[in-house]
């Protein structure tokens, strides 16, 4: 069945360091990605998205890429900040013939951004 | 209403008892989902509702959780003569037509069966 694999957290960096959580999926169809973040004591919200092979998904200053080729979807930011101290969590969905609108999650990765 | 409402945010319950948890969903969001995220765990897919669509129950885990939505709005996850291993965070979402994947989630329900 569909699946997503990322990177086990947690993931500890100093503040304006560079970010990778790496994300990689297994599927039937032609997924959407997706990148949702759980900040702590909040619910998990939406952070970026991608429908088809090479679009960029970007908000906040991260960015991921679909790659289909490496069936991957790296979530990635240049400089973090200790606000961003999260789970994140990697999802797919099919998007065709599917379109059931159901998600499937990763893991979750643990960042935290020390001073 | 604003978002996605969830209750009771925290539940203590007796192993064996039965519990109901509620969600009221985005007015006008015609999908709502439950997941179950444990302890160092991943979300949990367990049951979708589109529209007036006979529901998808493929994710839950056993014949002891039951899901409803009434009127296409408020949902009611039952979960019946509790286990320890019940014990988790049940999340909801809604979602719209125009975004079925933009999942607003509520705060979840903090379920604990001692």
């Known amino acids: 069945g569909d699946s997503v694999t990322q990177m086990e957290g947690p993931v500890t960096l100093s503040e304006e360091a560079f970010l990778t959580i790496n994300c990689t999926y297994t599927?039937?169809?032609?997924?959407?990605l997706f990148w949702y973040v759980q900040y702590p004591g909040e619910g998990l919200q939406l952070l970026l998205k991608a429908t088809k092979a090479d679009d960029k998904g970007s908000n906040k200053g991260f960015e991921a890429t679909y790659r289909k080729e490496t069936t991957s979807f790296h979530l990635e930011k240049g400089s973090v900040q200790v606000s961003d101290s999260a789970v994140y969590f990697c999802a797919l969905s099919d998007r065709w013939p599917g379109n059931t609108g159901k998600l499937i999650f990763g893991q979750g990765t643990t960042l935290q951004v020390k001073p | 209403g604003a978002g996605v409402s969830q209750s009771p945010s925290n539940k203590v319950t007796e192993k064996g008892k039965d519990v109901e948890l509620r969600c009221d969903p985005i007015?006008?969001?015609?999908?709502l989902y439950w997941y179950r995220q444990s302890l160092g765990q991943g979300l949990e897919f367990l049951i979708y509702f589109q529209g007036n669509s006979a529901p998808d129950k493929s994710g839950l885990p056993s014949d002891r959780f039951s899901a409803e939505r009434t009127g296409g709005s408020v949902s009611t996850l039952t979960i019946q003569r509790t286990q320890q291993e019940d014990s988790a965070v049940y999340l909801c979402?809604?979602?719209?037509?125009?975004?079925?994947?933009?999942?607003?989630f509520g705060s979840g329900t903090r379920l604990t069966v001692v």
């Open positions: 007015s006008g969001h015609t999908a």
């Open positions: 979402a809604s979602s719209s037509d125009r975004d079925i994947y933009g999942y607003t």
């Open positions: 599927a039937t169809g032609y997924p959407s």
